[in-house]
Structure formats: structure tokens, C-alpha cells
């Protein structure tokens, strides 16, 4: 079984992603890791750092998004004994608690602006800062930044600095949907599985043949931690040793937000149609009555778009599904 800290995939997109990160691990640059939320970016800076020549350092992880703003600063970069009110103490950020290993930015998109030309700083000079401070501290780290929003975009309207994002984007790698690489559901959910059946003190069960087909059509918005999630439920509930479809909960959900989530362009007018019918009659369970009214058209017209045939007489409906 693989380790914890080692992505599974053996699709041509993730072949192509560990491929770049065993290349950048063995150097000091800096690794800026893009995609949507769940996709495994964690799991993939920890897999650099421990191929890394820092590896005997620490790895420390920041989350910039779930730190408040008015503690992020602390947090990164230290304060010295009264910096300001309550701080009782000396306190050593994670910039420094890092040194000699790898430092985590997590979501370095949601870090406010006061705060970029800090980090900027640390990448440039090497040093960090502390709040109240008389000094700068030499710091060695090597940093590992993700994003699950457009840096691009955010540059172009002013909400991320244009130096830092260069600063970051040394070795950018971007990390592909779950439904961009479908072939590598079973493998996930078989090492998912084995894996949460162990922290969950549940036998570890098999995954039938049907329940994986379930889990491949699925689109997986939340990507790998859906996944996961599903899974957790699964085992949870199971009264069998094989999963079966019934075990799964697969409800909708809406599309993930951020700039990575946007499907694949360009997409036809008809195709979108036809999703929007198939996500209906799957919702309704086949109805064609509550599917037409869900979709907000007549009954007849489903009925027309259902027999739509392409020239070779083959239902379009069908083959989109």
C-alpha cells in the first residue's frame, strides 16, 4: 500500500504531475501547486518535501484562509513581548519554526494584502521580520505555495501582488479534477478505502465492480475529499463485505466556486442541453413528467429532445450520458 503522503493516480495527467514534482523536489525553488479545492495539493507538498533534501527538516503548514486576518501576521511571522496588547511573550512564527525545511502556504491567495509584501520580503531577503521586532531573523526555508483561484485574474484586478506571485510561480504545477481523470477512481477509492476502514476501526471491505462504475460516472465537485467523504459514509453504513451502490450517497451538489472549477471549454450549446436533461432524469429517477418540469419545458418537448438522433441514428441523449 502506499504511503499517506503519496498521491495515487496512474492517469496520464497524474503521471505528468508526479513526474514534475520528483524533478523540482530534488531542488530549492519554489513550487507554486494550482487546482480546484480537493484535489490533493496537501498531499502532493508533502510528497515534494519528502523527496526533498529537506526532509530531515520540518514541514509546516499555514492555512492562510482559516488564520483571521488580524493573527495571520503573528502567526507567520512571530511578535516579540509586547508588541501589543497580550502579547505577554516572545512567540517564533512558522516562517521561522520552518528553517531548514519546508514551509506550506496554503491558500496564499485569501493572504491579505498588508501581509503579501511581508511574505515578499521573507522570499527576497531570506529574513523574516517579527512583529515588534528590533532585527530581521535569517530564515532558510524552502516554501510550497496552493491556490484554488486564478493568480492571473487576481494580479490583473489588484488583489495579489504581481512580485510576490513571480516570487511564487517558479515551478508552478497544476493538479487535475477528479473528473478530468476518472480512470484513476478505483485505484482512489480502493486505497481510500482500506485506509478509512483503518481509522475508523471497521473491517477492511471490498469495493464491488458496480459501486466503482457508480463512483466513475460521478462528477466529483469536491474531487479527491468527496471522494473520501463518500466513502467514510459508506463504511459507516455498510451491513455487507462488498460495497454495493446502495451504500453510496451520491446526491447533487453544486459546481465547486473558484476560477479552477470552470468546466472544460468550449462546450456546445446542445451539449449543455443534454446534461441538464440527463441530470434531470437522473434526479427524478426516470420521471419524464417531473423531469420536464423541473427543467421548465413541456412534457413533449422532452419527449423530442429524448428522440433527437445523430446522422448515424444513434440517440444524442444517449451517447452524452
Excluded: W
Excluded at 496512474?10 to 530549492?28: F, W
Excluded at 476518472?182 to 477492511?204: K, W
Excluded at 465492480?209 to 463518500?230: I, K, M, S, T
Aim: with cysteine.
Amino acid at each position: 500500500m502506499k504511503s499517506a503522503i503519496d498521491p495515487v493516480g496512474e492517469s496520464a495527467a497524474m503521471r505528468e504531475v508526479l513526474s514534475a514534482a520528483r524533478d523540482v523536489a530534488a531542488t530549492t525553488a519554489t513550487v507554486l501547486l494550482c487546482g480546484e479545492s480537493g484535489t490533493g495539493k496537501e498531499v502532493l507538498a508533502r510528497f515534494i518535501h519528502a523527496r526533498s533534501a529537506r526532509v530531515r527538516g520540518p514541514y509546516v503548514a499555514v492555512n492562510c484562509a482559516a488564520v483571521p486576518a488580524e493573527l495571520l501576521e503573528s502567526e507567520l511571522f512571530g511578535h516579540e513581548r509586547g508588541a501589543f496588547t497580550g502579547a505577554t511573550e516572545r512567540r517564533v512564527g512558522k516562517v521561522e519554526l520552518a528553517h531548514g525545511g519546508t514551509l506550506l502556504l496554503d491558500e496564499v491567495s485569501e493572504m491579505p494584502p498588508q501581509l503579501q509584501a511581508k511574505l515578499l520580503r521573507v522570499l527576497q531577503e531570506r529574513e523574516v521580520d517579527r512583529v515588534g521586532g528590533r532585527a530581521p531573523v535569517p530564515v532558510d526555508v524552502r516554501v510550497i505555495a496552493t491556490t484554488n483561484r486564478d493568480l492571473d485574474e487576481q494580479v490583473r484586478t489588484g488583489a495579489f501582488r504581481a512580485d510576490l506571485y513571480y516570487r511564487l510561480s517558479v515551478f508552478p504545477i497544476s493538479l487535475p479534477p477528479l473528473r478530468a481523470r476518472r480512470e484513476d477512481i478505483p485505484a482512489l477509492a480502493r486505497f481510500l478505502t482500506a485506509q478509512i476502514a483503518a481509522e475508523l476501526g471497521r473491517p477492511a471491505l471490498e469495493l464491488g465492480e458496480d459501486a466503482l462504475a457508480a463512483l466513475q460516472r460521478h462528477p466529483f465537485p469536491g474531487n479527491v475529499r468527496e471522494l473520501g467523504n463518500v466513502l467514510s459514509r459508506a463504511l459507516v453504513r455498510a451491513r455487507g463485505p462488498v460495497l454495493s451502490p446502495a451504500d453510496l450517497t451520491l446526491s447533487p451538489a453544486p459546481p465547486p466556486s473558484g476560477a479552477f472549477a470552470a468546466p472544460e471549454l468550449p462546450l456546445e450549446l446542445a451539449a449543455l442541453e443534454r446534461m441538464a436533461i440527463a441530470e434531470a432524469l437522473r434526479r427524478t429517477g426516470g420521471n419524464r413528467t417531473h423531469a420536464a418540469r423541473l427543467l421548465g419545458i413541456g412534457l413533449r418537448t422532452l419527449r423530442a429532445k429524448l428522440n433527437d438522433r445523430d446522422p448515424r441514428g444513434h440517440l444524442r441523449l444517449v451517447e452524452s450520458a
